[in-house]
């Protein structure tokens, strides 16, 4: 995956229930997170965007110049730096904290493993149904098919769609 380019231009991978669409989205006005957990619309636009099944990420069954994802339909999106999947008001202050704990999680078809940024105070019940978040930010995270365990993708943050999460397990603290 490329980096932020200097013209705003962002490279993603989202992942939906059965393939990988990679492409650019427009990221000047507003950050990724921020668009994702906007209610005010459905879906995501992107742009240079290819298709690959999750079984077989190497194969580009489709190459689109504009395409237009269903942002519920989405389990969760890959971006290459940490700052990527944050919201403009988290990567502008402290307001989650620095505090980092180990998590694991379970969507469909995938298992994560990365860092949930939070204050010092946890608790995953207000997280998931309280906070008006769609999308949750892990920091670090690894990704890793269930049913295809060599199938793997790495990135500086992932942003997952708690509405897709099964399992939400912190580590212990050391």
């Not at 180990?102 to 207000?126: K, M, N, W």
């Not at 990704?143 to 943050?157: E, L, M, N």
Request: aromatic share 10%.
């Amino acid at each position: 995956m490329e980096e932020v380019l200097q013209t705003g231009w962002l490279a993603a991978d989202f992942f939906l229930h059965s393939y990988r669409i990679s492409g650019r989205i427009d990221v000047r006005r507003r950050s990724l997170a921020d668009m994702l957990n906007d209610r005010t619309t459905g879906f995501i636009q992107l742009e240079d965007a290819y298709v690959s099944p999750i079984d077989r990420p190497g194969e580009i069954i489709g190459i689109y110049s504009a395409s237009s994802l269903t942002k519920a339909n989405v389990t969760l999106v890959l971006v290459p730096r940490r700052d990527d999947a944050l919201s403009r008001k988290q990567t502008y202050g402290s307001y989650y904290g620095t505090h980092l704990r180990q998590i694991f999680l379970t969507v469909p078809s995938f298992e994560i493993v990365g860092y949930l940024r939070l204050s010092a105070r946890v608790d995953l019940r207000r997280l998931l149904s309280v906070e008006t978040e769609e999308f949750i930010p892990i920091l670090d995270g690894r990704v890793r098919a269930s049913i295809w365990p060599d199938v793997a993708f790495t990135g500086g943050g992932v942003l997952v769609n708690k509405h897709h999460i099964g399992a939400f397990c912190l580590a212990e603290e050391a």
